[in-house]
């Protein structure tokens, strides 16, 4: 195959270890530029999800259904099976979010303004489609609970 020169094999210009590793790298480089796009775009909507139930209630419960489904959907087609659909804080339970953190029954019945109306679409809406709802305190700054965060399961 060589040219009898001592020289490369003709036709083998593009053709080495190095070229292959670079050739990969790129590859690699392609598969995390769009996987963080992926994930961009499904923080975008999560922060589309959770701006809707801060808005005032104007808006129909088949206008945040349509929202929460595109959220899901494109979630589930990445392959998860869950994903954080609100988030408030901890001044919006009449507890601070005590019962949520250690994760006591009947912590529903803490939460009031927007975070109670998040809860009650899931009872209302979501629930009886089989989806689960788990509250969970995201941050502790100082030591003590701040964030909750709302997440759909499925």
Request: net charge negative.
């Amino acid at each position: 195959m060589s040219d009898n020169r001592g020289g490369t094999p003709a036709g083998t210009a593009n053709f080495s270890a190095t070229e292959l590793r670079r050739r990969m790298a790129e590859r690699e480089a392609a598969k995390a530029a769009e996987e963080q796009r992926h994930i961009r775009e499904q923080e975008e909507k999560q922060k589309q999800v959770m701006a809707e139930f801060h808005k005032p209630p104007d808006r129909t419960p088949e206008q945040v259904m349509q929202s929460v489904m595109q959220l899901v959907n494109r979630a589930a087609e990445r392959g998860l099976s869950e994903v954080q659909v609100y988030r408030f804080p901890n001044t919006m339970c009449t507890d601070r979010g005590r019962r949520i953190n250690n994760s006591e029954p009947d912590w529903e019945n803490t939460l009031e303004g927007r975070p109670k109306a998040g809860y009650e679409f899931w009872h209302d809406h979501l629930r009886p489609l089989g989806f689960h709802l788990r509250a969970e305190v995201l941050e502790y700054p100082g030591g003590m609970p701040g964030d909750i965060g709302f997440i759909l399961t499925w």
